[in-house]
């Protein structure tokens, strides 16, 4: 099959086999008819963890059993402990955000997202045997109600991986086939500088200045998962000093930040938004964070508190920095208000970044995807005296990005060329992450 052959293409190219082991080996596998990948392991020409990576990067194209055989889990694996801990283990050094466990009709499927990308992986068999016990272990760790399994329920627990404790949050859903269920892992030692998210080095510096002003409403859209969260605790970690009283309001809250005071939204004891808004302005900080404006309500209080001497954040979802301006005017903020509070809106996206290791040549690093890591692409909108007079005049978003550009904003997709240009990311990449929202 196409598939196969392609297989095992790669794995010449990559130098895990050579080109005459390969032709014997499908010599061998028309006599023995086998997965390519187990018949190059029983020859002895190349070891199942060579393999795993390419197959893994092919899994969403074609029909691959990620388990070559019998042992993809190591076969010590015999209680759902272990295996919940092996598949969280995997997860995390795989680099992986999430890990999913979903039964299937015939049992169960194992995923973890990678770079925003999910890849299926082999799971212990015991977990397809007892899944039910499965979702009560994840159940008990989260101190989760175990004989509910009706509805949704979400949970936090902790794993210890090489000697590092992993804070997760878990989301269980019933299914037509039963429990699914969703792990994220919030991986603390990611967080990154302002200068390393990928804001050009323009942008940035007049950036900066936004930040030295020590007030004003600074919004940051783009799409759930495209590091909206990531760009502002990389804000408030610059500001972070004991000069400045931050405080952060949140649902959830993602990371914890030293010196910062957190507050997590919790609708069921009705601390919204707002409310926990308008008790933070009694207490007197400098630096406000809103995880997020949903409402008329909350929109006006950070506008309020931004035109009362705070520093405030927060972000919004919008397609881009342009409509995020007539949404303020939408929720039911007056345009002069926003243009006197508004600061800078910052539109973007996570592209993944070409591996480093390879060049994009596909290594066992990248999992032969030849990308690994993301970084921002962006588009920054600066509120100055020209723009604040044509907010007031209640423009639509078309003027507004008309004027943008002509006072040299760089669009979401410019941003993305220039870093296709730079060898950073590449087209293919970059057309995936474009196109796939409604821009
Ligand atoms: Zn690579």
């Known amino acids: 099959m196409a598939e196969k052959k392609h297989l095992g293409e790669m794995l010449v190219e990559l130098g895990v086999i050579s080109a005459q082991d390969l032709k014997v080996a499908l010599e061998a596998q028309r006599q023995m008819p086998a997965p390519l990948g187990v018949t190059l392991v029983e020859l002895g020409m190349a070891k199942e963890e060579q393999i795993l990576p390419i197959l893994c990067q092919q899994l969403n194209k074609i029909d691959v059993t990620f388990s070559l055989g019998k042992d993809t889990a190591p076969p010590s694996i015999n209680s759902i402990t272990d295996a919940l801990q092996y598949l969280v ?12 466990l979903e039964p299937t009709a015939s049992g169960v499927m194992v995923r973890i997202r990678i770079d925003g990308i999910l890849h299926e992986i082999g799971a212990p ?5 007892q899944y039910p016990a499965a979702v009560s272990r994840v159940k008990i760790l ?9 509805v949704p329920q979400d949970g936090r627990t902790t794993f210890k991986v090489g000697g590092v404790e992993y804070d997760t949050r878990i989301s269980v859903l019933p299914s037509q086939y039963g429990e699914s269920v969703a792990i994220r892992v919030l991986h603390t030692d990611v967080r990154l500088g302002l200068d390393k998210i990928g804001l050009d080095s323009k942008t940035y510096q007049t950036f900066l200045k936004i930040l030295e002003r020590h007030t004003g409403l600074v919004l940051v859209t783009g799409p759930t998962g495209s590091g909206k969260t990531t760009t502002l605790y990389a804000c408030l970690d610059r500001l972070n000093d004991s ?17 910062v005071i957190q507050m997590q939204v919790q609708p069921n004891i009705e601390l919204s938004f707002g409310r926990l808004l308008r008790s933070v302005l009694r207490h007197d900080p400098n630096i406000l964070m809103v995880g997020e404006i949903r409402d008329g309500e909350t929109a006006e209080a950070a506008v ?30 007056e345009p002069y208000l926003v243009a006197s509070s508004l600061s800078c809106v910052v539109a973007q996206r996570l592209v993944r970044t070409v591996c480093r290791e390879c060049s994009g040549r596909r290594c066992m690093t990248c999992l032969g995807l030849g990308l690994k890591g993301r970084i ?15 907010i007031t005049r209640r423009p639509t978003a078309d003027e507004l990005r008309k004027l943008a550009k002509e006072h040299g904003m760089r669009t979401l997709h ?26």
């Open 243 to 259: 000069t400045k009283k931050i405080v952060t309001v949140e649902d959830p809250i993602e990371y914890t930040l030293a010196g």
């Open 142 to 150: 989260c101190n989760l109600d175990i004989a509910e399994k009706r």
């Open 414 to 439: 410019e941003d993305g060329v220039a870093k296709v240009k730079a060898g950073i990311t590449t087209q293919e990449e970059l057309d995936r992450v474009i196109y796939s929202d409604d821009t």
């Open 125 to 129: 068999p015991i977990l397809a045997t």
């Open 304 to 333: 309020r508190m931004a035109l009362t001497g705070h520093l405030v954040f927060s972000t919004i979802h919008t397609n881009d920095a342009a409509a995020t301006v007539t949404r303020l005017m939408d929720m039911g903020i």
């Open 89 to 100: 283990e995997r997860a995390i050094k795989e680099g992986a955000t999430d890990l999913h």
């Open 376 to 390: 921002g692409i962006f588009e920054c909108l600066f509120i100055d005296e020209e723009m604040r007079k044509l």
